[in-house]
């Protein structure tokens, strides 16, 4: 009998917290549906003890072939990956790790994500000539670079604190202009997009009213958060007459570029994944 180490693949997801993380499901669920021989493990790893995680992933100690990384570790990640590949270097922040030739190499998937959501759920989406991007961290650099890649014409960012907005017209060019919340309602007025890259609206984060009615008849809102499903920026938009979209598919997509790396099927979002993902909130 081999060892069923020798033949089983195996994929991790690791931070701190990582109790709540619902990527174990997702990699869980397309597994038994590949029929992959493989296995997808939560691993609890505190900050300071990330370094040695990953000097034994590279040594091979560990039994992986790569995984997810996830809060607090995607820049530490990111910083210590032997190979990145463009779209990291410019997020500065990795979220998915494989290892080839013993070198660690990193990638950053929630661009996919955020557009395989939307091409998904509403496919004109980056019809839209101008994007209002509310928030400027981690999540919003991913957001707007998709925008970019999809040719979104202009791209207002508008965030709490103004400077980080501005910080990201350097980052990203002449598309991208930073503006202080105050001057959300001004933006908005005929914008054709409006994605909420806040945990503004998560359970229990109050959530400012916002008249989306100034945006374009046909525009559309959505939002990273996807607890709950219907945030209230949703919810709001949805009572104004315009089209939504809810962000729990980023969630899924993002995990497929990761499954294919490691486990070499390309998995599907399908119903049936949502569901379970939605049962299991
Ligand atoms: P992530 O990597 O998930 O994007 P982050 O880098 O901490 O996380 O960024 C969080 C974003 O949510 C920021 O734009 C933050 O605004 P600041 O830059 O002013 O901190 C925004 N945010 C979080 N809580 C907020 C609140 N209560 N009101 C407005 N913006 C908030």
């Not at 759920?121 to 999809?150: C, N, T, Y």
């Not at 791209?155 to 503006?179: C, K, P, Q």
Request: proline share 5%; charged share 25%; net charge neutral.
């Amino acid at each position: 009998m081999p060892d069923s180490r020798e033949t089983t693949v195996e994929a991790f997801v690791a931070g701190w917290p990582i109790k709540h993380s619902r990527s174990p499901l997702i990699h869980g669920y397309w597994l038994k549906k590949y029929g992959v021989d493989g296995s997808y493990r939560r691993e609890a790893v505190p900050v300071e003890a990330f370094p040695d995680f990953i000097g034994d992933l590279k040594s091979g100690r560990l039994p992986y072939v790569g995984g997810n990384i996830t809060i607090p570790h995607k820049e530490a990640a990111y910083r210590i990956a032997d190979r990145r590949d463009t779209l990291v270097q410019e997020l500065g922040a990795a979220n998915t790790l494989w290892l080839e030739d013993g070198r660690l190499c990193a990638s950053n998937t929630d661009v996919y994500g955020f557009a395989a959501n939307l091409d998904e759920r509403h496919p004109d989406w980056f019809k839209a000539e101008r994007a209002v991007v509310l928030g400027a961290g981690g999540a919003s650099r991913a957001v707007i670079r998709a925008l970019r890649d999809r040719g979104i014409a202009e791209i207002n960012v508008v965030n709490r604190t103004v400077a980080r907005a501005r910080e990201l017209m350097d980052r990203f060019g002449a598309s991208v202009h930073g503006h202080p919340m105050t001057a959300l309602p001004e933006v908005l007025q005929g914008a054709g997009l409006f994605i909420n890259t806040t945990s503004l609206g998560m359970d229990g984060v109050e959530t400012p009213v916002i008249d989306f009615s100034r945006m374009q008849l046909r525009g559309l809102v959505t939002d990273i958060v996807y607890v709950p499903l219907r945030t209230p920026f949703l919810v709001q938009a949805e009572a104004q007459g315009l089209a939504t979209v809810d962000g729990l598919g980023m969630l899924l997509h993002q995990a497929v570029p990761g499954f294919m790396k490691w486990f070499g099927v390309r998995p599907l979002v399908d119903e049936t994944l949502r569901a379970l993902v939605i049962a299991d909130m």
